[in-house]
């Protein structure tokens, strides 16, 4: 039935009800307007118990203060009168707190969570007294459900704009951050005078401690400039190792990184098992290893170790993904400074074994285990899963091919050897067999 107003217009219960919902809207705002700064206190408390990146900072916290009573004033005339957040400067104070945790390099995971707890607690307390001033089920219904769409539509509008804020201005850091960094990296390796301590809140990286430096880069067929496929593959490593903090993550060009993996006080890289962690990267990365290093001097050694195995891994044209590390091929580093007289040193040394053929090959590798299993036919036949009649039988091959007893000059031979296995044709011969 319509009710007869004092004209005699007729008013319709759906206006009278809306009349009530913005009524009680009304009365809330100004209930929880009342308690401004009980809720920014209630705010701040939140965040600080929550966010450990904000506890841990005094001038994070008083920027958080500023921030929280800015939004509570600002959403709250917001929900007063329902106004459009795009029309509306964000408040100095949100804008500051957001440029500065972009400026300390925080994920922006910290400002989603304050943003989710500034739209909790001031949803929460007008809600509270909502309960309380509200009486009609259904004004208090309609009441909530404007409220929270005023809020939720407001507080969204806040936080895009930090947002936008923050992004900004991460960039920005992003790019600062990256040039000092390399300037730091660039003054130790070249063995410029540094302060520890602020070459340290640069890179983000400790010094006193055991380093492995690598260099990675992504084969010719992989895809260039793919930095997430080098940051999985060096995290990889660093879990492999057990490292607890973040490796210190250097990119040179398209294709190339250089990294340093934090040891602590760990002194030994058991690099045995890495093949399986290898073989699980998506593009054809090698990284050539230098060896554990300590301190400032250590940081600089291990990268040139990783460099001399570069050399090395670069030579041998072997596609990856693998794992180069200096500790095995230090030696034949050396020698690939000149890979012509390498070639003829490795011709010279190894004779007929040194063609590029399959059954040269067999005869390198059967010798290659049998020198490093000390000698043993048992061994080797274990290590090559076949007979030791059959390797007892290859070795006398062997010492056939080259004319002696493969125990003289052993230290030659391996050596030899450790060429054709790290360098392949880079140092081999092409030519007909013999071997046979």
Known sequence: MTRLDSDGDGVSPDTDQRSAVRTLVATVYSATNAHSVDIAEEMIARTVSEIDEVTTDLNLVQLLTACAEAATSLSLAMLEHDRDTEAMPMPTAMSEYARVLARRGLPITVLDRGYRLTHNTILRWCLEQLETLGTDPA???QAAVEIMTRLSTQIDGLYEQMLDTYELE????????????????????????????????TLGYQLDQFHLGLIAWIEPGGTAGDLPAFERAVTALAEHLGCRERPLFEPRDERTVWAWLPLGSNTHVDVAGWTTTVEQWDQPITVALGAPQHGMIGFVRTHRQAAQATVVARASNVPGPRVVPIGLVGAVALMCEDLDSARRWVRDALGPLAIDDPTAALHRQTLRTFFSTGGSYTASAAALTMHKNTVIYRIHKIEELLGKNVREGRLELENALALCHWLGTAVLDSGTNTTE
């Not at 991460?170 to 063995?191: C, F, N, P």
């Open 139 to 141: 004004v208090v219904a």
């Open 170 to 201: 991460y960039e920005t850091w992003l790019r600062h951050r990256s040039t000092a960094r390399s300037a730091r990296i660039g003054d130790l390796l070249d063995g410029r005078p540094v302060d520890v301590t602020a070459a340290e809140s």
